[in-house]
T-cell receptor, first 114, second 112 residues
């Protein structure tokens, strides 16, 4: 079946640095991908919709200059957390549309900002 | 998107059938009902989707009454590995291109 991968699976960085997270569709093309953030014991919160060849669409309250999204190819979307701070520590998950009205989710990336 | 209401948590024992009900009173005519499962530190996994009546696959069954204002996810003979959070989502899915809005979900704990 279709698979979405994410890299890295976990990352630790210092406050003020930038971190890039990759989301790949492994055996299918995805012109659209979604990025979510999930804090401990909470639900997934949609951050933005990544569109291949055009600007991402951000949800209300999500800073587009802080969370840079680039969808450079039909199989890759990247999320860059710029000038990360401890409050950005979270679980970041991407997804891509699949067949039969569903979305396929990546395994997630655990970000810890010290 | 239709708002959904699910129990925050449920407990069960191995071998039992678990039914999780989701209320979606404002469901629209073109809305589908989809359930996802999420284990700790993993992305959600699609379980089942339906529009009306009953849908069954190798993992679960989904019961949807005629008015479609609620739905019930049925997990037969649960095991410890079914301990997870289950999300009910309602929306006009179009090949998965519509954004998904997750509610709080139901945290299911299966005990030995």
């Amino acid at each position: 079946g279709a698979v979405v991968s994410q890299h890295p699976s976990r990352v630790i960085c210092k406050s003020g640095t930038s971190v890039k997270i990759e989301c790949r569709s492994l055996d299918f093309q995805a012109t659209t991908m979604f990025w979510y953030r999930q804090f401990p014991k909470q639900s997934l919160m949609l951050m933005a919709t990544s569109n291949e060849g055009s600007k991402a669409t951000y949800e209300q309250g999500v800073e587009k200059d802080k969370f840079l999204i680039n969808h450079a190819s039909l199989t890759l979307s990247t999320l860059t957390v710029t000038s990360a701070h401890p409050e950005d520590s979270s679980f970041y998950i991407c997804s891509a549309p699949g067949r039969k009205e569903t979305q396929y989710f990546g395994p997630g990336t655990r970000l810890l900002v010290l | 998107l239709a708002k959904t209401t699910q129990p925050i948590s449920m407990d069960s024992y191995e071998g039992q059938e678990v039914n999780i009900t989701c209320s979606h009173n404002n469901i629209a005519t073109n809305d589908y009902i989809t359930w996802y499962q999420q284990f700790p530190s993993q992305g959600p996994r699609f379980i089942i989707q339906g529009y009306k009546t009953k849908v069954t696959n190798e993992v679960a069954s989904l019961f949807i009454p005629a008015d479609r204002k609620s739905s019930t996810l049925s997990l037969p003979r649960v095991s410890l590995s079914d301990t997870a959070v289950y999300y009910c989502l309602v929306g006009p899915f179009s090949g998965g291109y519509n954004k998904l809005i997750f509610g709080a979900g139901t945290r299911l704990a299966v005990h030995p």
